[in-house]
């Protein structure tokens, strides 16, 4: 085998490793359901949901709309869990949810070690405070 063919075949098995890699590292980040506190989202399943389980009720809260479709609020900042179980006990859903909030229409305000997150839908509210500051 010439030495470019061999130096080809090796280029393109590194460039395989790599792709592989790439695609498969946004899956991991893609295992947790997102919801932004005060938002609902709809949870479409494929079969019928008998038991739902919210691991902290005060970070989100689940509603059975139907048999298969279950609406997912956040309640609060900060992350739990939600298991869904079919008449059998088997897992339908078991997965970690995260509840933020919507960077898109948020004010940050910066005072030497304080910071002030605003929400600002439509009005500007207080959402977070944070800092050394009595």
Sequence with gaps: ?????????VLAAVLAVVTAMIVS???????ILRVYMNSARILKLD??????????????DATVADSKTI???????????????????NAIVDERILVSIDE???VRVY??????????????EEHAQTGTSP
């Design 1 to 9: 085998m010439p030495k470019f063919d061999r130096r080809f075949t």
């Design 25 to 31: 590292a946004p899956a991991a980040a893609d295992d």
């Design 47 to 60: 079969r019928p949901v008998s038991k739902v389980i919210i691991g902290n009720s005060e970070v989100a």
């Design 104 to 106: 898109s229409n948020t």
């Design 71 to 89: 609406v997912l609020t956040g309640r609060a900042y900060g992350t739990t869990n939600i298991v869904l179980l079919d008449a059998d006990g």
């Design 111 to 124: 005072k030497s070690t304080d910071r002030t997150v605003l929400s600002c839908t439509p009005n500007c």
